[in-house]
């Protein structure tokens, strides 16, 4: 009776190593967050040098001129459309977004390369608040941002929310073919006669969730371990 007994402890023992190295595998390759992607300047809440000191026509106050951690030219800079976050008592915004600074360009680009580069089968979030102003007449909404790899722009969408910020959104998967290329975000006017606001830009990926070579081998051999034991069960 003892000689059946032992084999079959043996067999569950294995069976339960099994499952352990099973469990272990799928916390290491299932379990963690999205990574945070830096951008320098996120919110424009860092001003070059000094407070912002042309008045608007309604309101308000900005510049012209280079926006710490961007790339930008031509007519943009940083603007405050006047009152604390949450109020906008000139006319451009019934509410304001992540702090009373946006970034604005009219008719040109702005611009970052982050520190990141692409890993393919990992995707990247990329998200951004565009304003739409009230003041229409004047400054028509026509803000396009975008994620700039290898030559190809990955454009953000969203829906518009006139005299406020609304949050636009882009996903992007890494190709085979663009390994180790960067990752640029774009904020642009296209046109010539409107103008874009931009805010709270954020870009995340899910590198820690892509599983590694020693989960997959550890999953495996739980796999492995839990079919033998059936076998020898059976």
């Known amino acids: ?5 032992a084999p079959r402890k043996k067999t569950l023992m294995n069976l339960r190593v099994g499952i352990l190295a099973l469990a ?9 967050f999205a990574d945070s992607i830096t951008v320098n300047n996120a919110s424009f809440e860092t001003l070059p040098g000094g407070p912002l000191t042309m008045p608007g026509y309604m309101g308000g106050v900005y510049d ?10 031509g007519t943009s800079g940083q603007f405050q459309p006047g009152g604390p976050a949450g109020t906008a008592p000139n006319g451009y ?3 304001l977004d992540a702090g009373p ?3 604005y360009t009219s008719g040109s680009t702005i611009s ?6 692409i890993v393919p089968g990992v995707t990247y979030t990329f998200l951004v608040d565009i304003g ?8 028509a909404f026509a803000g396009v941002a975008d994620l700039l790899i290898n030559n190809h722009q990955y454009f953000a969408t969203g829906v518009e929310n006139l005299g406020g910020f609304a949050t636009y959104t882009a996903i992007y998967t890494g190709l085979a073919a663009d390994n180790g290329d960067s990752i640029t975000i774009q904020l642009s006017d296209p046109s010539s006669t409107g103008q ?8 995340s990926s899910n590198l820690s969730l892509v599983p590694e070579p020693a989960g997959l081998l550890l999953l495996g051999t739980g796999l492995i371990g839990i079919g033998v034991a059936r076998r020898r069960i059976g």
């Open 1 to 5: 009776m003892s000689k059946l007994i």
């Open 24 to 32: 272990c595998g799928l916390v290491l390759t299932s379990t963690g």
């Open 64 to 73: 012209i001129g280079p926006i710490p951690g961007w790339i930008n030219s």
């Open 93 to 95: 915004y019934n509410t």
């Open 101 to 103: 600074t946006e970034a």
């Open 112 to 117: 970052q390369i982050v520190a990141a580069t």
């Open 132 to 139: 739409a102003r009230l003041d229409t007449g004047c400054c």
């Open 196 to 203: 874009a606001d931009f805010d709270n830009v954020r870009l």
